[in-house]
């Protein structure tokens, strides 16, 4: 079973870099017939249905299509690392909140933590883009589009504050 998965883990290191279509191409090809294998295995064991394994086998049988929609679309990842990469400070953080004081309080620490959050998946410097980006709010009307200060537009605009850390982690993810 770990050969298997690892397989499919290889076809995603010869697929990585690569255009969607292509990507999804390799995965037809290759980890199709792997998911094939790993299910054809799967169903000629016999597991104690309440052992660790047993559970995690019926959770796979169970979620079965979902866990093959990535072969699908180029665009997938084969699992949500990054998703649960970017929940580790909220969940690591989630007793220090526990009192943050309010109501409002909480809701606008969610804010800041969303957009700190997007100017790491987007490479900006948090600091410089949230000074910047208050100075911009205190002279804007209320109508006026807040577009242009999303984190990679703003980016586009103030280069200088591409976060050089951000790209060090993407390399060392990448490895």
């Known amino acids: 079973m770990i050969g298997l998965i690892q397989r499919l883990y290889d076809v995603e290191k010869l ?10 191409d390799l995965r ?3 980890s199709v017939p792997l998911l094939e294998e790993l299910r054809t295995w799967m169903d000629g064991q016999l597991f104690l249905p ?12 169970n979620q079965w299509e979902a866990l093959n929609r990535y072969v699908e679309d180029g665009r997938l990842a084969i699992d949500n690392n990054a998703a649960e990469r970017l929940m580790k400070p909220v969940a690591i953080g989630r007793k220090n ?3 943050v004081g309010s109501v409002e309080a909480g809701s606008r620490t969610a804010v800041l933590m969303s957009l700190v959050a997007s100017c790491n998946l987007n ?8 000074r910047d980006c ?4 205190a002279g804007r009307s209320p109508g006026d589009s807040l577009d242009d200060l999303l984190p990679d537009r703003w ?16 390399k060392e993810r990448a490895t």
Do not use: M, N
């Open 155 to 170: 980016l586009k605009d103030h280069p200088s504050h591409r976060w050089s850390i951000g790209s060090l982690h993407q």
């Open 97 to 99: 909140w526990l009192f």
């Open 123 to 130: 490479q900006v410097e948090p600091w410089a883009y949230l």
């Open 28 to 30: 037809q090809k290759y």
């Open 134 to 137: 208050f100075e911009k709010l």
């Open 50 to 61: 309440k052992s660790p394994t047993g559970e995690a086998a019926r959770y796979t049988r």
């Open 15 to 24: 697929a990585k870099g690569k255009p969607h279509q292509e990507r999804r």
